[in-house]
């Protein structure tokens, strides 16, 4: 056995390993030989702090293995070498390469086999970040198998097209490879597509039925909605309760959410009721890189992991303005793309996107129970914080009102989450039929969209949508926002075509982009700054 390792010793050990940049992973091949020199090992190929430090924690970790290596002066290159490794995903390749460039581990299986693992000293293998995107990675460079630690065996259930195998030390995959035992498999599992009970349920929250009907319809035709009104209006309540709304997530979705997750550095189980669709609330100090994403190396931001799900934006005045206004692109492309001078990661980025703000610093501006006691110049300072061109990427705007003392005595309980979750489902059903009914020629998918949206609105609904839109002054983005809106309400309906009734709801939730000097003809709660607060003031004294 001996003489026929040694055959391979004159040879490049070469190891299929892989680097994650964002939620993505690109191939890497591990490349070790000997060099002239002293005893030593050195690690080139663009690698970062923590891939270098591998030296130390392979060396020790084989020595613990009870393997030798010759005191010679090895060389690990990682291909490609232009571009930057990071993560302690190498120190398991870069183990393997070594002994088997030593003619201590046979080379035959490593042509077609991923390995990945962080070691210990002691020679343990433990778990790293993104394991799906290196697994996803590996299928797509045509490799059969993979050996991963033990700990990542749940994350790597939902992996498919690729054998997984699961070690826990460096002399078990040493093994393996020399085919003197076997490595378990990992059994793949398909996530659970039922809906189950939500954690929060919308029949605690009373009154703000309008609020209430807004949430259903953003959860249906996954439209991002804003949020206005006084503290403790409900609106915190109603945000949370959202994705108790939302279906659970498809096997693909499943997928894409444990990846991103995993990526992130979360701790993913791949089981059936692990896998939920996520809710991210960041605090109104995150960092634009925190919210985009960003770092070194790039990681996924708020966005990202909030994909699919639900993103809530609290207090979303107080957010940094340059944090804001990077969502535009977001909520257009629905991805994000992080540019740097060494590597580009592009990420998905299409969560329902929940905001919530008050009407002015003290919250009570328009209110008629509590008198408002911000200046005019306070309250416009405060809502120029919030761009027009970020509201008009809201699909839904409402306001909610503060709630009467007796809604709470009388305990009026409303619809549970359940219920209007069942109606959210099945209105989605209803569009994936329409969606599958219209032809699929090239023609038809060449359309203009705005073409395909108002084919199935009634003359009556063109009208009143044509006149609503030239008399609150709202844009042609708003134009398309309404028609969306107007078609989910139609299909929570159970319309065959967008009826005028539709419409007339979908423009009812356009307030806050209109014209200021059509607030009071279309009778919102916010007329224009100086009168309102006079009024206020009138009344005070």
Do not use: W
Not at 138 to 166: C, F, H, K, M, N
Not at 483 to 494: D, E
Request: one cysteine or more; charged letters at 25%.
């Amino acid at each position: 056995m001996a003489r026929r390792l040694l055959r391979f010793a004159f040879m490049v050990a070469k190891i299929h390993a892989s680097s994650l940049t964002g939620i993505s992973a690109y191939g890497v091949q591990v490349e070790v030989d000997f060099t002239k020199g002293l005893p030593g090992l050195d690690i080139v190929g663009l690698a970062e702090t923590v891939v270098r430090e591998s030296r130390a924690r392979v060396q020790t970790a084989i020595e613990n293995s009870n393997y030798k290596l010759p005191h010679r002066r090895f060389i690990v290159n990682l291909a490609p070498a232009d571009l930057p490794k990071s993560g302690a995903s190498f120190d398991l390749a870069i183990a393997i390469a070594l002994l088997s460039q030593c003619g201590i581990c046979a080379p035959n299986r490593l042509d077609r086999t991923l390995i990945l693992g962080e070691l210990s000293l002691e020679g343990m293998l433990r778990p790293i970040r993104g394991l799906l995107a290196h697994l996803t990675a590996a299928r797509q460079q045509g490799l059969e198998a993979a050996v991963i630690p033990d700990d990542d065996a749940s994350s790597a259930a939902l992996a498919t097209g690729v054998t997984v195998y699961r070690a826990r030390t460096l002399k078990e995959v040493v093994d393996f490879l020399n085919s003197v035992n076997t490595l378990p498999q990992v059994a793949s599992r398909t996530p659970c597509t039922t809906l189950r009970k939500a954690d929060e349920d919308m029949s605690d929250v009373f009154g703000q039925e309008t609020a209430k009907r807004a949430i259903e319809v953003a959860a249906c035709g996954m439209h991002n909605l804003i949020l206005v009104g006084p503290p403790g209006a409900g609106k915190t309540m109603l945000a949370r309760r959202l994705r108790g709304l939302l279906p659970p997530p498809t096997a693909d979705e499943a997928l894409q959410i444990a990846t991103i997750s995993g990526a992130a550095g979360s701790e993913t189980r791949g089981r059936e009721n692990d896998i939920k669709r996520p809710f991210r609330a960041p605090h109104h100090t995150i960092s634009d890189a925190g919210l985009i994403g960003g770092g070194v190396p790039i990681r996924p931001g708020e966005v990202t992991l909030s994909h699919l799900g639900v993103l809530f934006l609290d207090e979303f005045p107080e957010f940094r303005r340059s944090a804001i206004e990077s969502l535009r692109p977001i909520m257009e492309s629905a991805v994000a793309v992080i540019v740097r001078a060494k590597e580009r990661a592009i990420m998905p980025a299409r969560p329902l996107v929940v905001a919530a703000m008050n009407p002015c610093p003290c919250g009570y501006f328009g209110d008629k129970k509590r008198i408002c006691r911000c200046s005019p110049d306070q309250i416009q300072r405060y809502r120029s914080r919030i761009s027009g061109p970020i509201l008009d990427r809201f699909d839904i705007h409402v306001e909610l009102s503060s709630v009467s003392p007796s809604r709470l005595q009388n305990r009026e309980t409303g619809e549970s989450s359940a219920v209007i979750a069942a109606r959210v489902a099945e209105a989605r059903e209803r569009q994936q039929r329409r969606e599958q009914r219209e032809p699929e020629d090239r023609e038809s998918a060449c359309r203009n969209r705005y073409e395909r949206l108002s084919e199935k609105l009634r003359p009556e609904a063109i009208r009143l949508l044509h006149l609503s839109i030239e008399r609150l002054g709202l844009s042609l983005r708003a134009y398309h926002k309404v028609l969306r809106v107007g078609h989910t309400i139609s299909n929570l309906a159970g319309h065959d075509f967008v009826e005028e009734s539709d419409i007339a709801e979908a423009i009812q939730y356009r307030v806050l982009d209109r014209d200021p000097s059509n607030h009071a003809a279309a009778g919102s709660r916010f007329p224009s700054v100086p009168s309102a607060t006079a009024a206020n003031y009138s009344k005070s004294g």
